[in-house]
């Protein structure tokens, strides 16, 4: 019988990976500053890097409406979980179009919007991104100074070129108006413009109606496309409608535009990845032979979109009842951070906190940008385990009237001690 002596396994060595030649990636810049918090032993350290909402107690939340459906759901019977279709659920779809260019849009009335399920707002992001790569004529996309750290990775990727427009002023810590004008006004005809549709990412700084109807203006004189990136509706404000206006202006207007939709703010479905792509078109022949690409996009990229998420806000967005308590709770949830702004605001104050504060309570939504540089926020997690990304931007929704004291202890330090 032949020996196995002569095949045994040597120990191999990592030089033999095909993969050796890979270098260590970096932290995600965002999600980095979990990891260092974590790793973080002391028992007053926190966190305002991340973009989640938590209780006063510092607590992630599930909503009480979302813990009633889901209770439903799981008490139907004759729900299985069988493959949805490509492009989603169609009540979610139907409904998530509603609720953000209104019951009565006319886009929606004439079948001239084309909407689809998506993986949350990144996946509406990439989809669209995609899909304009393979069918616009032009290929590039102007993003806001700064934006999500995401943005550029992901139309990147989708094969988009992508520039850039001013739109936070550093002196004034508010919008840079005069620079998105002359940036978007000095952009090739045609190209695609990214626009926040409320609470800005990273900064807090949102454009008036007056601002929105200017810039509608100038995007539609030039034949730019606009893609709006809808992430906070309803949780900026408090009111799903005010937050949904400015793309309300652009779709009254009869021109075409795209929309990425997340729920993972508004309804606190973080993990459950539940998002939507609209593109509102000029006609509906037009939106239909769109969404017969948009599968085409879909099927190779994830193949259909998972069922439970949209299935909860599909039962929210239908029931009357259960609508109500959604906008009661999401009211409590941005009048919380409201007021967070407003204790941070008024502790700044009452310490002498050299420099004007008020852009903290100027700013809208879940972040706020400080002002405070890299070295400052290296000094305030070193000194006070405070963590946060190193622009400055900090989340409201991370801070309770327990630690603000803390915060603006560790800001006053930071201001008055690193320039």
Known sequence: MASHDSISASPTSASDSVFNH?????????????????????????????????????????????????QQLINDVSRNKEYIPIVGLADFNKLSAKLIFG????????????????????????????????????????????TWGNHPKVFNLAGLSVKTYRYYAPATRGLDFQGLL????????????????????????DPTLEQWEQIRQLIRSKALLPFFDSAYQGFASGSLDADAQPVRLFVADGGELLVAQSYAKNLGLYGERVGALSIVCKSADVASRVESQLKLVIRPMYSSPPIHGASIVAA??????????????????????????QELFDALCSRGTPGDWSHIIKQIGMFTFTGLNAEQVSFMTKEFHIYMTSDGRISMAGLSSKTVPLLADAIHAAVTRVV
């Open 22 to 70: 890979l270098v260590r990636a970096p932290e995600d810049p965002i999600l980095g500053v979990t990891v260092a918090y974590n790793k973080d032993p002391s028992p007053v350290k926190l966190n305002l890097g991340v973009g989640a909402y938590r209780t006063e107690e510092g607590k992630p939340l599930v909503l009480n409406v979302v813990r009633r459906v889901e």
């Open 103 to 146: 019951a009565d849009s006319p886009a929606i009335q004439d079948n001239r919007v084309t909407t689809v399920q998506c993986l949350s707002g990144t996946g509406s992001l990439r989809v669209g991104g995609e899909f304009l790569a393979k069918h616009y004529h032009q290929r590039t996309i102007y993003l806001p100074t700064p």
């Open 182 to 205: 002359e940036d978007l006004g000095s952009a090739p005809s045609g190209s695609i413009v990214l626009l926040h549709a409320c609470a800005h990412n990273p900064t807090g700084v």
């Open 316 to 341: 929210i967005l239908k029931d009357r009842n259960l609508f109500n308590d959604w906008t009661i709770e999401l009211k409590a949830m941005a009048d919380r951070i409201i007021s967070m702004r």
